[in-house]
Every structure is written in C-alpha cells, then in structure tokens.
C-alpha cells in the first residue's frame, strides 16, 4: 500500500481484500472489554475537514484512539482560514506539530490529493471525502459489511489469514438515487466491482452523469465496468437485487430543478411499504447516513425490517474497525498484526 489513500482505485482487487481482511482483526479488537491495542502509540492523526461531518470524523478519532494514537482536531469554522490564511500554509502549519497522517475532507474534489503533494515524506494523507470524487473509507466499511453479511465470520479468534477470501461474487446490488453528485456512489462501485459483484445505478437522468456509459467506462478497469449497468426504473430490478443501497437525496437538488418534487421522487426510486413488499426475501439495505426517512425509505419500512434487514447501524461499527485497518497500514508496521503483543 502505498503513503496515501486518495480512493480505491489505487489499491486493486488485491489491496481491497486485504484491508477487508484485516478489518476482521479490528473488529475483535472492538469487542473487547476494553477495545485499545498499542499499534500506533506514539503516532499522531490530525482530522482537517473543511466540511461538516458527523459519522467520517468520528469514525477516524474513535479509531486512531483505540490504535493508541495522538489525535489533532481541525474545524475550519473556528481556524485561522476565516482571517485569510491559504489552505496550503493551514496545513503546513499542522503539519509542523509533527503528525503522522492527516484525514482530510474538503467541498473541492482533489483537494486531498493536492495536500498529499505538498506533505512531507513519512506523512499520509487520507481523502475522508472529497466533493463529489471519492470516498473511500466509506466504500470499504460498506464492502466489508456486505462481504461480513453474506459470509459471517467463524466463531472464535480471527486468523491471521481469512479463511473466506472477501469475495461478493455473484451478487447484484443497486445503487439507487443521486449517483452524479455522489461520492461514496463512485467509491462503492469501485470496492463492489472488485470483490466480483453486479452493480446496478437506479437514478433519474438529471441524476446520472451525462454519457454514463462513457463515464463507467473511463475510470473503472474493463472487467470492472462490464458489470455495472444503468437504468432509471427502480421497479424494473427491485426484485432481482440482492442489495439495495440508498443513497441521501439532498434537498438541494430539488431548488436546482434536478428532481421536481419530494413526492415525485418518493414515487419512483423511494424504498416505499409497496416495494418493501417485492424484496428479494435475502435482500438487505445500506445507507451512508444521514437518512431521509420518508424519502429515500418509508419511516415504517426501515422500523419494520431494521433487526433483520437494515445494515446501517452494521456499516457504523465497522466504519471504526475498517478505519483502524487503514491507519495500521499506513503509518502502523504495515504488514501484520503484532500477534499476542496486542491482547
């Protein structure tokens, strides 16, 4: 792996499944009465987001701490952006408290990449989401939680090696809703495609990058994207997916003349109690947060089947243990868990 995680295209097949497989590690390391291990005492994360975030922030904290490490938290909202100071000297200025990695999220697509240029050697940034490029720490947890569903883990102590390569071979999962604005769309289809499933976008055209074909095409590797199909008829698949991932509808959209109304949009892509109806019978839901109840799922849909088909609180909990596999990785000894050091 190298210094970075800009997205999940960099990594491959190869480097996906083996930040999945490690994430079993990490998740043990959770379910302990007291879930710190030592892997990264002495190392320092920084947090800068430039946006506003709940789940990603706190995810990335919550995992440096259980790894031992030294957080610094960054809020644009109260630093010294607000009285002129350039991006670049903000960070350099954090840089020079001697951090180890840095998360950064920012509104601009490439800012991440662009921080990463200006980092020093011995220091790896993190894109925690930026604009509507990437996200890939989301596409992970969500990867790792449907490979974990689909194929649960043995009982007792995770092996150094899975037995079960992360594989979601043979599954179809739709993506459903404002695919052209969203990130964690584009990094999900990427850890999807890789561990061998179907990808199916469900979206209106006013929500579909414009030549999508031609868009799929131009970034995923050609065994990749002959698995990812388009269509703007949620009832058409419904039935036939194995996964429905929902994703935000965000008002602003609907200001931009991009969707009509609410209702409209409820009408033909919402997860309403009429479609809950045709699920697949093994089918389970994801969801990035923050849910739309009402919009994107019927509130009664997700409280009727929340125990045994809704996955979101699953995602949560393995957005830290997916994280701390990145950050051990990156700036932890790299190769493997120090065995019985870390009980």
């Not at 002495?42 to 957080?71: N, P, Q, Y």
């Not at 840095?102 to 930026?130: C, E, M, T, Y």
Request: aromatic share 6%; with cysteine.
């Amino acid at each position: 792996m190298s210094g970075h995680l800009l997205t999940l295209g960099e990594l491959g097949t190869r480097g996906i499944s083996e930040l999945l497989a490690l994430t079993d590690r990490f998740v043990e390391v959770g379910q302990r009465p007291i879930p710190r291990v030592p892997a990264l005492r002495g190392r320092t994360v920084a947090t800068l987001f430039f946006e506003d975030s709940t789940r990603t922030r706190l995810a990335f904290e919550t995992a440096a701490k259980r790894l031992s490490a030294d957080v610094i938290t960054f809020a644009a909202g109260s630093s010294s952006l607000s009285k002129g100071e350039s991006l670049r000297d903000t960070f350099e200025t954090v840089q020079a408290m001697g951090i180890d990695a840095a998360v950064v999220r920012h509104h601009s697509a490439g800012v991440p990449a662009q921080i990463a240029r200006w980092a020093h050697d011995g220091v790896s940034i993190l894109n925690g989401g930026d604009g509507w490029h990437a996200h890939p720490t989301q596409g992970l947890q969500d990867a790792y939680t449907l490979w974990r569903h689909f194929c649960p883990a043995p009982d007792g102590p995770p092996a150094s090696e899975p037995l079960d390569a992360p594989s979601l071979s043979g599954r179809r999962i739709g993506i459903i809703g404002d695919i052209v604005h969203s990130r964690v769309a584009r990094s999900d289809i990427e850890a999807y495609t890789a561990l061998g499933a179907s990808v199916t976008l469900i979206a209106p055209p006013t929500l579909l990058p414009a030549c999508s074909r031609e868009w799929i095409d131009g970034w995923l590797e050609p065994d990749a994207a002959k698995r990812v199909e388009i269509t703007d008829s949620f009832d058409d698949v419904l039935g036939e997916l194995d996964v429905v991932g929902l994703l935000r509808c965000q008002r602003e959209r609907m200001v931009n003349g991009l969707i009509g109304s609410v209702p409209e949009y409820v009408a033909r892509y919402g997860l309403t109690a009429q479609r809950a109806q045709r699920l697949h019978p093994d089918a389970v839901i994801t969801h990035p947060g923050p849910m739309n109840r009402g919009i994107e799922i019927a509130g009664a849909v997700f409280e009727d089947l929340a125990d045994a088909r809704v996955l979101v609180t699953q995602q949560v909990s393995h957005g830290i243990a997916t994280r701390m596999a990145v950050l051990f990785r990156l700036i932890g000894s790299g190769a493997a868990l120090p065995g019985d050091g870390l009980a």
